[in-house]
């Protein structure tokens, strides 16, 4: 069964420290994978986007990598700032462009 | 075209009345896709659309629950007989399968409907 699976499921940390998320997955045949960011309210954003054949993408202070492999990826953040408190799904598509959502992590950023 | 755009953003309901959301994707996207999302959780995928065809619909979506894209363009979900469960996020999301940009802006979300029934 495609499963997406996302570690730890909230976080609490300090404005302006580094923050590491997880995500697992089982989707097969495997095509990307897409880390949102979702503000309470609204809807996903996207931050990146990577293809089978890169493992590492950046987006400012957002850096995700890619471990085909093993089929885990990381979303780093680094110098946290308030605004980045929300939530963090991992969405991994199949070939066939069927999306698998992760349950996301909840990130809270304290000044 | 600023992106996907819902309406309304917020809609209050007394249980057993009916409701209808509206949901303009990225205009050229030829996929439309509805999803539930429930506080605390990832979206929960309802039924999908290439161009006018729905060509995809979960077992979450009841005999309560009707989708349409009629000319390809515009969707709306409608929920008959709301219920206290159907309180949710309605999340709308638009991609161009076989596009150049795909893999670029391919998947984008709208800010959602906030469903409350009471």
């Known amino acids: 069964k495609n499963q997406v699976e996302q570690s730890p499921q909230s976080l609490i940390i300090l404005e302006g420290k580094n923050c590491t998320l997880q995500?697992?997955?089982?989707?097969?045949?495997?095509?990307?994978l897409r880390w949102y960011k979702q503000d309470t309210g609204r809807g996903p954003v996207s931050l990146t986007i990577?293809?089978?054949?890169?493992n590492t993408k950046s987006n400012g202070r957002y850096t995700a990598t890619l471990d085909a492999d093993t089929k885990q990826s990381s979303l780093h953040i680094t110098a946290s700032q308030l605004s980045d408190s929300a939530s963090y799904i991992c969405?991994?598509?199949?070939?066939?462009?069927?999306?698998?959502f992760g349950p996301g992590t909840r990130l809270s950023v304290l000044p | 075209d600023t992106g996907v755009s819902q309406n309304p953003r917020h809609k209050i309901t007394k249980r057993g009345q009916n409701v209808t959301f509206r949901c303009d994707p990225i205009?050229?996207?030829?996929?439309l896709y509805w999803y539930r999302q429930t506080l605390g959780q990832g979206p929960e995928f309802l039924t999908y659309?290439?161009?006018?065809?729905?060509?995809?619909k979960s077992r979450l979506l009841s005999d309560r629950f009707s989708a349409e894209r009629p000319k390809g363009s515009f969707s709306t979900l409608e929920i008959q007989r709301t219920e206290q469960g159907d309180s949710a996020m309605y999340l709308c999301?638009?991609?161009?399968?076989?596009?150049?940009?795909?893999?670029?802006?391919?998947?984008?979300f709208g800010s959602g409907t906030r469903l409350t029934v009471v």
């Open positions: 999301a638009s991609s161009n399968i076989g596009g150049r940009d795909y893999l670029n802006y391919g998947y984008t």
């Open positions: 995500c697992n997955y089982t989707v097969s045949p495997f095509s990307n």
């Open positions: 990577m293809t089978f054949s890169e």
């Open positions: 969405v991994v598509s199949d070939s066939r462009q069927n999306f698998v």
């Open positions: 205009s050229e996207h030829n996929r």
């Open positions: 659309f290439q161009n006018e065809a729905q060509l995809e």
